[in-house]
């Protein structure tokens, strides 16, 4: 694979980042709508879908269909991975502790080197191996007084999470300069179809659909559309990593609304993992020019 430009470093470095900001709220508003697994993974997948729709409309106007068709058979796998990877997260959840499940889908930037380094050649720096493996340490400092051996189930249930994260944001490079943000709307049809299978009520307040729809229809696709851009400029691995930060930020929402104060222990884990995404960054910054990544059409 060419070297990146520092053009593209920057533009993709931008787009994870604004990305992830904008997905911070989402912890706090689940919290908000207090619905079991199932019924959050129903309303989150459909309004989701809704949401994507409306965000290609204005982003490609006439040329939306031609831009949904373009994803091909590539982007229903990207919808496959991304879906598995939500319902997954939530099944983890249930089967073993918090702790436990964020400690190993913090794994996912290490499963999307080792993914991009043997599915398309795209080897990873001594740079961002390092900087998984710090940000993995504040990870763990974050949740450690939280971690136990939980179930077999449940960790391994985690373990799928975290490698579905990783093959979508190597996918969604292999498949550049194509933009597959239709195939991550796609997924929401597909998990809201599994999730209504299997909930026993999709019953929701007027407030609780409210703050869905705003989390769903708007935060969500907004979020993840400049995430999945991001894989276009910059490896899936460094994608991964930015991610991370929805951990650390999330939890400061929660405390800004419902006054749940994090442990001095998460916010050290904290500055550890930002150091982490500043290192990797700051010594890609220190490369010479590079043949920049395909431009998406619009």
């Not at 991370?244 to 993992?273: K, N």
Request: charged share 10%; glycine share 10%.
């Amino acid at each position: 694979m060419p070297p990146i430009s520092a053009a593209d470093q920057a533009k993709g470095l931008t787009l994870a980042v604004i990305g992830v900001l904008v997905l911070t709220p989402d912890t706090l508003l689940m919290r908000l709508v207090g619905a079991d697994a199932w019924t959050l993974l129903f309303w989150r997948g459909l309004f989701m879908t809704v949401g994507y729709v409306g965000l290609l409309l204005v982003w490609y106007g006439r040329r939306c269909l031609s831009v949904v068709a373009a994803i091909g058979s590539h982007g229903v796998l990207v919808s496959v991975l991304f879906s598995l990877n939500t319902i997954l997260f939530v099944v983890a959840v249930t089967e073993t502790t918090v702790a436990n499940t964020l400690v190993i889908i913090a794994a996912a930037p290490l499963f999307a080197a080792v993914i991009g380094w043997v599915a398309i050649g795209e080897r990873p720096p001594a740079r961002t191996w390092l900087a998984i493996l710090i940000a993995l340490a504040g990870i763990a400092l974050i949740v450690h007084e939280g971690l136990s051996v939980g179930t077999g189930t449940g960790d391994i249930v985690a373990l799928g999470a975290a490698v579905a994260l990783g093959g979508h944001f190597v996918l969604v490079r292999a498949a550049r300069p194509v933009d597959m943000t239709p195939a991550v709307g796609l997924s929401g049809l597909l998990t809201a179809a599994v999730a209504l299978i299997l909930a026993d009520s999709l019953a929701l307040t007027p407030v609780e659909l409210g703050w869905m729809a705003l989390l769903a229809a708007v935060i969500l696709p907004v979020s993840f559309g400049l995430i999945t851009l991001a894989p276009i400029y910059i490896p899936a691995a460094e994608v991964g990593l930015v991610v991370l930060l929805e951990t650390v930020l999330g939890p400061l929402w929660v405390w800004l609304v419902l006054s749940e104060e994090p442990h001095d222990h998460a916010l050290i884990g904290g500055a550890i993992v930002i150091a982490a995404l500043v290192l990797n960054f700051a010594l890609a910054g220190r490369r010479g020019p590079a043949t920049p990544a395909p431009e998406i059409s619009r």
